[in-house]
């Protein structure tokens, strides 16, 4: 439906806010069949790259607050920490960087960085002496793959308008 629209489409249709529901929904539509117990791995494959397929064709046509955008980004990042062998966060970036519009890719990241800054704040709460940066910084340290350290520390340095040098240095020099 969604390639059909896309590909007939000569003029801007005019009920755009449907248009892109469509999306969302068939994302979420996808996502909880991930979820339903039954499913072999080549059908859990199959739902996976339909997901990444539309994904990459979603261009957003109207403001990001108007769609429910943020909690569908919040059941994609928890389920492809709780089953990376079937979604993946890089290959979910990957597909949106193609974008015109970097909107979905910003807002994915946010969530994303959300995310992981809950996990920090959760894990390290018994170390009440520590700011929210520095429980932040050893989170990032504790975590195992180093891609994803490298790329949440980015994104960190980032949303506090820091250098990532200046972060390393003062960050050497807490601990």
């Known amino acids: 439906m969604i390639t059909s629209i ?8 005019k009920n755009q806010k449907s248009l892109q529901m469509v999306y969302v929904n ?18 859990n494959k199959n739902n996976s790259d339909k997901i990444y397929e539309i994904l990459s064709m979603f261009e957003l ?6 769609l429910p955008v ?3 980004y919040s059941k994609l990042i928890e389920h492809a920490q709780n089953h990376p062998d079937v979604l993946c966060k ?4 990957s597909v949106m960087i193609g ?6 890719l910003e807002e994915f990241c946010k969530v994303d960085y959300d995310f992981e ?10 170390c009440a002496e520590l700011s929210e940066e520095q429980r932040w910084l050893l989170h990032l340290s504790s975590l195992g793959e180093v891609t994803i350290r490298w790329k949440m520390f980015l994104v960190f340095t980032i949303k506090m308008k820091r250098h ?5 240095l003062v960050s050497c020099l807490y601990y």
């Open 164 to 168: 990532v040098l200046e972060v390393i």
């Open 90 to 93: 890089r290959r979910i970036v």
């Open 6 to 13: 896309c590909d007939s489409a000569q003029s801007p249709p």
């Open 99 to 104: 974008h015109k519009d970097l909107q979905l």
């Open 61 to 66: 046509k109207i403001a990001l607050s108007q």
């Open 70 to 72: 943020r909690q569908m």
């Open 117 to 126: 800054t809950n996990n920090a704040v959760e894990t390290y709460q018994a």
């Open 26 to 43: 068939a994302v979420n539509t996808l996502l909880d069949s991930l979820t339903a117990d039954g499913l072999d791995d080549n059908k």
